[in-house]
């Protein structure tokens, strides 16, 4: 067999079998990773306490507001805190390092 004739002889759907098969997996992975992800919400009940003072998820729900961009105005008014209170956080986060801080979890 000449090497004009082996090079031919190569079936290359085994390996694009192959390679469509890693990719539908890496998809399905990805899917099952970004559904963890999770989300925040400025509405959820449990970023106050009955006193009306933020808790820990509320705090860390500002903080992730901000790392989105958002502004102080935004978050106070989602957050339905005064901007008072929305500049002493934004204040916070920057302290704690701004987008690059750690995040806690949620929930």
Known sequence: MSPREHA????????????ASIEADLQRLKG????????????????????????????ECCYRMFDNGKSRYSVAQQM????????????????????KRQRTLLG
């Open 80 to 99: 339905k805190i005064s901007f008072a209170a929305a500049t002493h956080r934004f204040n916070a986060w920057r302290k704690l390092g701004g987008s």
């Open 32 to 59: 099952l990773v970004e559904q963890q992800v999770e989300k925040f919400d400025p509405a959820n009940p449990h970023n106050k306490a009955p006193d009306g003072k933020l808790t820990e998820e509320g705090v």
């Open 8 to 19: 031919h002889a190569f079936d290359p759907k085994p390996v694009l079998d192959l390679i």
